[in-house]
């Protein structure tokens, strides 16, 4: 086996890495689950995001971790794959305790030299991380490279994406600073991010859609002025609007080092509800 092809990557179904990106780079993904009352259902896998969103209104389920057992299974399926070397690389430990499972649950195979990155964000803001260290081990860095590089990125991805309502975050205690009540009687909506420690915060406060879209778009712009950077737009089941945002940064989607558009994942709709957009932004340089 060639020195990059020994080196792996685990991810979560949080971090939205593309379907076909993950195909194509051989990325392990573990679901998270989805637990409605007529049963369980695998992120991505058993369940849609539009299925997640036509069942919201009547009834919010619950999300969980993949499991303890799945995670180990897929440990070994990794080294009896032949590698030596596993990124671990998930959605925010202040959002899910995915990150913190993986950890413990790697411990149980000491063969595979397993480097932890928690990216502090959430949704394509993470998938970036993985996205780049795919790219890395394709070239044929090292991993003590790929992991200095990470951590270097981690402090420069942001994403920032507004809610038509914040009831969904609300509901499943992952507001984080964000105030639910925030001028609920006056329209006035923020834009959110996620802080230094992974923690999703206000950015900005708008009155109203439109001001809020465009509000959000420009922290993007102004995140990724005069620098190399990757850039993503994320919706949650409203792709006219995607394409509208497209449209509208149409100069900083020519300008970025790549462009991915992608819809968030179920277990992600699930607390942010039908309706969000969301523009990342990962500085190079």
Known sequence: MSKQSSIAILTDSGTDVPVEFARTHNIFTLPLSI???????????????????????????KTSLPSSEGILHTLQQIRESGYDTLFIITIS?????????????????????????????IGIGAGFTVMRAAEMIADGASADEIEAKLQELVKSTKVFFCLPTLEYLAKGGRIGRVTATVGSLLDVRPIISCNEDGIYYTVQKARGAVRALSATLQNAKDYAANHVFHLAIAH??????????????????????????????????????????????????
């Open 35 to 61: 637990q409605f009352s007529d049963g369980l259902y695998l992120d991505g896998v058993t369940i849609t995001p539009e299925e997640v969103y036509r069942r919201l209104p009547h009834e919010i389920p």
């Open 93 to 121: 430990s202040a959002l899910s305790g995915t990150f913190n499972l993986m950890r413990l649950t790697a411990r149980d195979v000491p063969e595979l030299d397993c480097r932890l990155i928690d990216t502090r964000n």
């Open 236 to 285: 949650g089941g409203v792709p006219e609007l995607a394409a509208h945002v497209e449209a509208q940064l149409a100069g900083l989607i020519s300008s970025a080092k790549s462009y991915v558009r992608t819809q968030v994942s179920p277990a992600l709709g699930v607390h942010t509800g039908p309706g969000l957009i969301g523009v990342g932004v990962q500085r190079l340089v």
